[in-house]
């Protein structure tokens, strides 16, 4: 009985493991979830670029206003 009992719990065992690779393969296959990192990728990389240019402009206009009202102190 032990025997027949051990088999049928390996056997729903493989047959979950199965059904686990199948979930699996399909949602590796599926191109939605690929789209959506890459989107997430390309928001990131603009945001960074926002970052970095906007720093880089407000330092710049920083500089400038500040080197001039250093010039035109008493």
């Known amino acids: ?3 027949g009992a051990s088999r049928a719990v390996l056997a729903l065992q493989e047959m979950r493991m199965a059904a686990v690779f199948r979930r ?3 949602f590796v296959r599926r191109e939605e979830g690929q789209d959506l990192v890459e989107y997430g ?3 990131a990389l603009i945001v960074l670029a ?3 240019s906007v720093t ?3 330092q710049a206009i920083y500089n400038f206003f500040w080197s001039n009202i250093a010039q035109a102190s008493f």
């Open 41 to 43: 990728l390309l928001a």
């Open 1 to 3: 009985m032990e025997d």
């Open 50 to 52: 926002a970052i970095g």
């Open 24 to 26: 699996v393969r399909r």
């Open 56 to 58: 880089t402009v407000g």
